[in-house]
């Protein structure tokens, strides 16, 4: 038989999934599973969204614009000039989620062999995305003892090489919860001018910033129009991460000339789907607060209890709806298959991610997982109940 490609080989599992056959088999045992390991919220997709999907009478589901729908486009760029965001429809193209979106924008400024600078942890599929376009990601670490804020300019520094063509950041980010400073992209800024490169930011979580945190978005920087790429998606900003609706938003003409020609190859996004997103941008912003609020009171409840657990470390996320949390265990990968297979409290049990698949650099977040404050508050209590006696049980602990 002949062998598969090397990209099928290296292509990585998702952390954030990989364990969902031990998920099934323990529902399978009548094991209720409070899942903490996926950005799935438990919040009703908006009933305007839906309704479009009932609404709709066409006599044909034809082919959209490989772009998107100008409705659609137009609709957007009013939301992101609401946003302060100053971009016309034409410089919007809509993509099948904002994993497509990502995808393109590596395609468009990268070449096979390419590097990528990343702040670490980051959103797992990033490695993914990489190995589909040929490229490396080149890790830099934030500190946890900080935040997980960007790393200083000489940290940057000492990763470019003469193949770095891009960094690529998530604000707020998953899965750490910080939310970029204007002081951070504005050095951002002037290690992209000064080493000729491409920013991609990744701000599909903008509407939920906590605290009085304010969300600066790439494009509000002046002097980057040339460079500068923000890829988006309505999956967590209408709760409905099974739409697949994206959008990449550049000045670049370039850039978003690239990506419209790949665009073309898949022909076009889907259209019931942008059609019920435009009616979705129509929203008040006072479904945004309401939905940022419920959000901060679960990350509260959450943080509560994983305050009162010994030899935890976590901190309190300024932003989206995901932490990364320092476990007293030895292998963190371990513990999240551990409770799926041989745990339950009252049968019940929780699912982590485990922190390791954040990361490039080998060895580290063995003893993290990523913890998602996506279901309501009283399973997030008791999600956090289970957490705190599994840790007490589990035969694994650290021992410093």
Do not use: T
């Given at each position: 038989m002949p062998p598969i490609a090397s990209?099928?080989?290296l292509m990585p599992s998702?952390?954030?999934r990989k364990l969902a056959p031990l998920a099934d088999e323990a529902r399978r045992r009548g094991i209720q599973v409070h899942h903490l390991n996926i950005g799935q919220p438990d919040l009703p997709t908006p009933p305007m969204l839906l309704d479009t999907f009932r609404k709709q009478e066409l006599s044909v589901l034809a082919y959209g614009h490989s772009a998107g729908l100008p409705e659609y486009r137009e609709a957007l760029a009013r939301y992101y000039r609401s946003h302060g965001i100053d971009v016309t429809s034409q410089e919007v193209m809509v993509t099948t989620g904002g994993s497509e979106a990502i995808l393109f924008a590596?395609?468009?400024v990268t070449d096979p062999g390419d590097e990528v600078v990343v702040p670490e942890p980051f959103y797992t599929n990033y490695n993914g995305f990489a190995v589909e376009a040929g490229v490396k990601v080149v890790p830099v670490t934030s500190d946890p003892d900080e935040g997980y804020c960007l790393p200083s300019a000489a940290e940057i520094m000492?990763?470019?090489?003469?193949r770095t063509k891009a960094i690529l950041l998530c604000n707020p980010s998953n899965p750490t919860g910080w939310v970029y400073t204007w002081e951070e992209l504005a050095r951002l800024k002037e290690l992209a001018r000064s080493h000729d490169l491409f920013l991609i930011s990744d701000e599909a979580y903008r509407e939920f910033v906590y605290d009085g945190t304010e969300h600066h978005s790439l494009m509000h920087l002046a002097g980057v129009e040339d460079r500068a790429i923000v890829v988006d998606s309505i999956s967590k900003r209408f709760n409905a991460c099974g739409a697949r609706v994206g959008a990449l938003v550049t000045k670049n003409s370039e850039v978003l000339d690239s990506a419209l020609r790949f665009g073309q190859a898949r022909l076009c996004p889907p259209t019931f789907e942008q059609l019920a997103a435009t009616a979705a941008l129509g929203l008040p912003q006072e479904y945004f607060d309401s939905v940022r609020d419920?959000?901060?009171?679960?990350?509260?409840v959450a943080f509560a209890a994983l305050e009162e657990m010994p030899g935890v470390v976590a901190h309190r996320p300024r932003g989206a709806f995901y932490t990364m949390v320092r476990l007293p265990v030895v292998d963190a990968d371990a513990f999240c298959s551990w409770l799926l297979r041989d745990f339950s409290s009252g049968g019940e049990t929780v699912m982590l991610a485990p922190g390791n698949g954040f990361y490039a650099n080998p060895g580290?977040?063995?003893?993290?997982?990523r913890l998602a404050f996506v279901i309501n508050q009283d399973a997030t209590r008791r999600a956090m109940e289970i957490l705190a006696e599994a840790l007490e049980k589990y035969p694994g602990r650290a021992t410093d």
């Open positions: 990209r099928a080989r998702s952390p954030i590596l395609l468009a000492a990763a470019l090489s003469p419920e959000y901060r009171q679960r990350r509260d580290l977040g063995k003893q993290e997982v």
